[in-house]
């Protein structure tokens, strides 16, 4: 039986913690930034934690077999 392979696009855009959540980088912040106001960049810092749902596909993806 053939192994599952790992979405290598999903591999370098989202990592998992040690409790299971799914983190990501947010969208919107890599160019047109000038147009947005400081609150909305100061916002879109960091990482961000995908829902419970969305979380699922992603870690499908990633080759765990955790859910």
Known sequence: M???????GVKKRFRLT???KVKH???GT??????KTHKQKRNLRG???LN???AKGVV???GKYSY
Not at 2 to 8: D, G, L, N, S, V
Request: hydrophobic share 35%.
């Open 52 to 54: 419970s749902v969305a």
């Open 25 to 27: 980088r947010r969208a």
């Open 60 to 62: 499908i993806a990633l």
């Open 18 to 20: 040690a409790t299971g």
């Open 2 to 8: 053939p192994k599952q392979k790992t979405h290598k």
């Open 47 to 49: 990482t961000g934690v």
């Open 30 to 35: 890599s160019h047109l930034a000038t147009r």
